[in-house]
């Protein structure tokens, strides 16, 4: 067997990270197409779980919607039963949109099998891989931001 020089080791890398995005992107599509939802319907449940609380306008900077389609989007997901629409305290015109409660088990549950296969995988690298795949996972978050905010500032 040959021996990978350095240059062939960066290259099988960089294929593997983009053949993650590709799949990533590919599983959240069709969780979506299962659950019944579209993909910036996801998005915007992603967004209520790390956050807690956003207004629509925020969800509409997330998603890329426009307003319109952002209130579209907010009435499925509240018909459904996944998020609730709250009056804003800052702004009486306003509205706050947070999970529904039981909105968090549900989604939960759809991840079930892919969070028992990343356990295992994750489960099997010894501490020391565990530190260098937590570090280029951090850097490559890090640095898509970072790209994203470089086209955010050229429009």
Request: net charge neutral.
């Amino acid at each position: 067997m040959t021996r990978s020089t350095k240059t062939d080791l960066k290259k099988r890398a960089l294929m593997a990270v983009r053949d993650y995005g590709v799949n990533l992107t590919q599983f959240r599509n069709a969780m979506s197409e299962w659950a019944g939802l579209n993909v910036t319907d996801m998005e915007c449940l992603r967004l209520l779980f790390l956050k807690g609380i956003a207004s629509p306008s925020e969800l509409a900077r997330h998603t890329g919607l426009t307003s319109g389609a952002t209130t579209a989007m907010l009435d499925r997901l509240e018909k459904v039963g996944l998020i609730e629409r709250r009056p804003n305290p800052n702004d009486r015109r306003g509205t706050l949109i947070v999970p529904a409660q039981s909105s968090a088990e549900k989604a939960a549950s759809w991840f079930e099998s892919a969070r028992k296969a990343q356990d295992e995988l994750v489960s099997s690298y010894s501490e020391s891989e565990l530190e260098i795949i937590a570090d280029v996972f951090e850097r490559f978050a890090k640095l898509w931001d970072q790209e994203r905010e470089k086209l955010k500032g050229e429009q």
